[in-house]
């Protein structure tokens, strides 16, 4: 047996086989070679394989997505099967005595480079086909393996390095258990995802991919970020207790779900869910959420191979403010870039994407792509109680210009003859330091805010959200961070406006005292997450908090602040 420890990113306890999600070593090298029949056939029957896997892939995506995602293997056949690309791998390797490999690299490439610098949707997604499929005949020439998450069909819990949020996307919730990665930390998106899905996940593990092998027993605890490797019956026993004292403690607080998220001296705050997906309100209404705090739309732009259409987009906002009955929803503006990429809308290679052409500073420039999506908001707006935020907003001007356009998309769709809610408001997510430190200017403009701790913290401290070398720096008790959760909460309220908080910070035992303290007005956190809080809060003063917070912010250093917060939840 073996123990690995990393972060615990999403609670619970999962224990199955292995089944390792790690981009195969697909390096070739030039061969010349004799017998051009033998390399040929060695082509051929990559060619073959490759067309039964990708038919099986094909169903089970099918059956267990649907066949929308599936259509994406219908295009991917029809590439390994085209004689105006194969019959010129076989003439390199006849003409050339090179290797099957080599002459399928060349010649792929080849189609790749003319395809992508053509200005046309349909070839530059030719381009992205020819490129998988190519990948795909080449592992099976050189013996090496692809995975393919969504073709999982047992119970397991997948291994990889990272899994990018578009990977955790297609994870099945019915089959993977849990996950461990050996990169990330608790805000790194994949480890969002775990949460929203509901599985337990412990991700920074640093070698797990080095260690686990498939097939082998895991154990994920994603409550104290330890994973066993191939444990004996006693450690699986002990672990499987574990699971269900967690279960237990679950159903203790589900008793929550229709209470009042008020402290014991009585004052209320909106516990509301962070969402992906209309898919996950059905997690935000079994956990007794009072809103959506906050929806990433960018899950909606992921998975696919087009942007999404103003019909598409609206039907998925109207589900969800359908589906929250006049509750608050805040639907963030697509925030793409950093970790989040879109294989159709190629973004330049960047030294430094977090810090680089990404969110409302790429939708300020492709307003074709962000008027869409406006247009979709608007439109839904009628069906609910919608509330929408800008993200990434460094500057007032930003603001000012994505207002603009919202206030322009308005103005067209009523001048239609289309609907539009009367009173919407809108807000920013103040991630950025600069914004914070400018929150009684912005207040003045804004209608709320809500606070995104996974980036304020990130720039803060200079410490990428995905590096655990570095995860250290992730100090979200910082008397530096406090101070500026304070300065964009005491400035909403000076002009009349709510502060929220939608950063992971909102749902951590250990800070939900000290921001009650603070005045936050709206805690939006992993769904799963709401009902542990409401717990906490029945048993926190908040008049006690306001005095807590204030000493917290005159503390030295992030440990002090947790001390004193651990001394008074003990007392
Ligand atoms: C944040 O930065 O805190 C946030 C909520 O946004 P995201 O995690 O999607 O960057
Ligand atoms: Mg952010």
């Known amino acids: 047996m073996m123990k690995l420890n990393g972060i615990a990113a999403s609670s619970g306890v999962a224990i199955a086989k292995a089944y390792c999600l790690v981009a195969p070593d697909l390096t070739v090298v030039k061969q010349q070679i004799t017998d051009v029949d033998a390399e040929q056939a060695k082509l051929d029957a990559a060619l073959a394989v490759t067309t039964e896997e990708l038919k099986a892939i094909q169903q089970m995506t099918e059956e267990n997505l649907g066949a929308e995602e599936a259509a994406i293997f219908g295009a991917h056949l029809l590439v390994v099967n085209d004689p105006e ?30 395809f992508e610098s053509m200005d046309n949707d349909y070839m530059n997604e030719r381009a992205a086909d020819i490129k998988d499929v190519s990948k795909r005949i080449l592992a099976h020439i050189l013996g090496v393996k692809i995975p393919n998450p969504s073709a999982i069909n047992e119970r397991v819990i997948v291994v990889a390095n ?79 207790q574990k699971a269900k004292a967690f279960s237990a403690q679950q159903k203790e607080w589900a008793k929550l779900v229709n209470e009042p998220s008020v402290s014991a001296d009585g004052h209320h705050v909106e516990l509301a869910a962070n969402i992906g997906t209309p898919e996950d309100l059905e997690s935000v209404v079994r956990n007794g959420g009072e809103g959506v705090g906050l929806y990433r739309t960018e899950f909606l732009y992921m998975g696919r191979d087009a942007l999404p259409t103003e019909d ?5 906002y109207r589900a969800v403010l359908e589906g929250m009955s006049g509750k608050p929803v805040v ?66 001007q930003e603001f000012r210009e994505a207002k603009a356009l919202l206030e322009e998309e308005k103005a067209n769709l009523l001048a239609e003859g289309v609907q539009v809610a009367e009173q919407i408001e809108v807000g920013i997510m103040v991630e950025i330091p600069s914004t914070a430190v400018m929150a009684d200017t912005f207040a003045k ?46 400035a909403a309220h000076k002009e009349g406006k709510w502060a929220g908080m939608c950063g992971e910070m909102a ?12 005045g936050l007005d709206e805690f939006s956190m992993s769904a799963t997450s709401i009902l542990k809080t409401r717990a906490l809060l029945q048993s926190l003063n908040k008049v006690e908090l306001e005095e807590l917070a204030v000493r917290a912010l005159d503390e030295a250093t992030a440990d002090d602040v947790l001390a004193i917060v651990q001394q008074y939840v003990a007392k």
Do not use: W
């Open 331 to 396: 639907v963030r503006t697509l925030d793409i870039g950093g970790d989040k990429k879109l294989p159709y809308l190629p973004l330049a290679e960047e030294l430094n994407p977090f810090l680089g052409h990404r969110a409302i500073r790429l939708c300020l420039e492709r307003t074709d792509i962000f008027r869409t999506q406006l247009r979709a908001l608007l439109r839904a707006s009628t069906y609910g109680n919608l509330k929408i935020m800008f993200p990434m907003i460094a500057t007032l």
């Open 445 to 490: 403009e804004v209608d709320f805010f809500s606070i995104g701790t996974n980036d304020l913290i990130q720039y803060t401290m200079a410490a990428d959200r995905m590096n655990e070398q570095v995860s250290y720096l992730y100090q979200p008790y910082n008397p530096a961070i406090l101070r500026l959760i304070k300065m964009v909460i005491d």
């Open 162 to 240: 990272d899994l990018t949020p578009s990977d955790t996307a297609q994870l099945n919730r019915d089959f993977v258990l849990g996950f461990t990665t050996d990169i990330g930390g608790r805000t790194s998106h994949s480890a969002i995802m775990a949460r929203s899905l509901e599985i337990p996940a412990v991700v920074g593990t640093k070698e797990a991919t080095q260690t686990i092998e498939d097939g082998m027993m895991v154990i994920v605890d994603g409550l104290s970020g330890d994973v066993l490797v191939n444990p004996d019956d006693e450690t699986i026993a002990h672990y499987e």
């Open 312 to 316: 598409e987009q609206f039907t998925a």
């Open 85 to 114: 690309l194969i019959a010129p791998m076989k003439q390199k390797i006849a003409d050339e005595k090179v290797n099957a490999a080599f002459a399928l690299q060349e010649v792929s490439s080849m189609f790749v480079t003319m």
């Open 507 to 518: 749902g951590d035992e250990f800070a939900v005292p000290l921001l009650l303290g603070l």
